[in-house]
């Protein structure tokens, strides 16, 4: 099977730029969630792409409506941009300065929480600060 390692190092070879590898393998690694989320994905799917993986949509938006049945592009553009939209809209009220200017050092438990900052934040963009600093413990 042709594994993003494998393409990596294949592009590598060929001096591809490290932008346009990323790109290629970034998609690859993605494409087989994506393609099992395709014909009904959830806010959430939408909003973790629009959050992680904003470089590569247009790609497999693309692959999608070549080679997925019932793929309706115009469709998951627009629920793509409304998730765009909740994120811009709503942005992750604490960061890593926030914890910093808090007192906690970077650490794995620091790592850790802002990992859960994210993942409540995709659930629901429109989570109040004060939820997010209880879990700091502040």
């Not at 993986?53 to 793509?80: C, G, H, K, M, Q």
């Amino acid at each position: 099977p042709i594994t993003p390692n494998k393409v990596q190092a294949e592009m590598s070879g060929l001096r591809y730029s490290l932008d346009i590898i990323k790109s290629v393998t970034n998609t690859l690694s993605a494409l087989p969630t994506f393609l099992q989320n395709a014909n009904n994905p959830s806010d959430e799917y939408l909003r973790e792409l629009a959050y992680t993986s904003p470089n590569i949509v247009t790609y497999l938006f693309n692959y999608a409506e070549t080679y997925v049945e019932n793929f309706n592009i115009y469709e998951a553009e627009e629920r793509y941009t409304e998730a765009q939209d909740a994120l811009k809209n709503n942005p992750l009220p604490v960061t890593g300065n926030d914890l910093i200017a808090m007192g906690m050092k970077p650490s794995p438990e620091f790592k850790n929480l802002l990992a859960k900052f994210k993942s409540i934040y995709i659930k629901n963009p429109k989570t109040p600060k004060d939820d997010y600093l209880k879990l700091a413990g502040r």
